[in-house]
Structure formats: structure tokens, C-alpha cells
């Protein structure tokens, strides 16, 4: 069973940055697939970006070039470095991991105001 938990949510203006972090448990982290995903009111969950155990990363066509998202395996812990943020980033994004099977966590509010 593998545990995770995100923080670095909150309410920012456009323009601004985030980072968001999600912690995971299990001796080993480095070897599990890490991904953020996003949902909005009303719509369904997205991926935001992905990376591998070995650290090629994926990101959605929306987030490119504003978006970073990297892992410390020493910390059991992936980011998701957010900058330049807009209203429609505005969303619970939710951390995953994929080791066997699919885990989520309980997700963390980002809203962007204008």
C-alpha cells in the first residue's frame, strides 16, 4: 500500500507561482511512476505531467514551458513547480503514483484569481 500526501495548494494571483509537493511512503519511491493530475468544477481529471523512475517527464500541452514537475528520491517526495498561473489552472490537482497498481492522494486546492 503506498501512502501519498500533497501540500503547497492555496489561492494565488495570476501571474503567480506555486509549488506543490506530494510525499509518498514505501521504501521504494524511485522506482514508482509519478504523475500530477488536475480537476476542475465540472470537468475530468486531466494529466498535468508525469515523470518516470528515471526522470523523463511528460507535460500537458496547457502547462508547457510554465510547469516543472521533478522528484527527490532521497525524500520520497515529487514536486510540481507551477509558474506563470492562470485562472484556468485553477483546479484540486491530485498526485499518483503507479507501482503495480494506481494510487492517489487526497488532493490539494490551487485557485488562481484574476
Known amino acids: 500500500q503506498v501512502q501519498l500526501v500533497e501540500s503547497g495548494g492555496g489561492l494565488v494571483q495570476a501571474g503567480g507561482s506555486l509549488r506543490l509537493s506530494c510525499a509518498a511512503s514505501?521504501?521504494?519511491?524511485?522506482?514508482?511512476?509519478m504523475g500530477w493530475y488536475r480537476q476542475a468544477p465540472g470537468k475530468q481529471r486531466e494529466l498535468v505531467a508525469s515523470?518516470?523512475?528515471?526522470?523523463?517527464?511528460n507535460y500537458a500541452d496547457s502547462v508547457k514551458g510554465r510547469f516543472t514537475i521533478s522528484r527527490d528520491n532521497a525524500k520520497n517526495t515529487v514536486y510540481l513547480h507551477m509558474n506563470s498561473l492562470k485562472p484556468e489552472d485553477t483546479a484540486v490537482y491530485y498526485c499518483?503514483?503507479?507501482?503495480?497498481?494506481?494510487?492517489w492522494g487526497q488532493g490539494t486546492q490551487v485557485t488562481v484569481s484574476s
Open positions: 515523470i518516470t523512475s528515471s526522470g523523463n517527464t
Open positions: 514505501g521504501s521504494i519511491f524511485s522506482r514508482y511512476f
Open positions: 499518483n503514483a503507479q507501482f503495480n497498481r494506481g494510487y
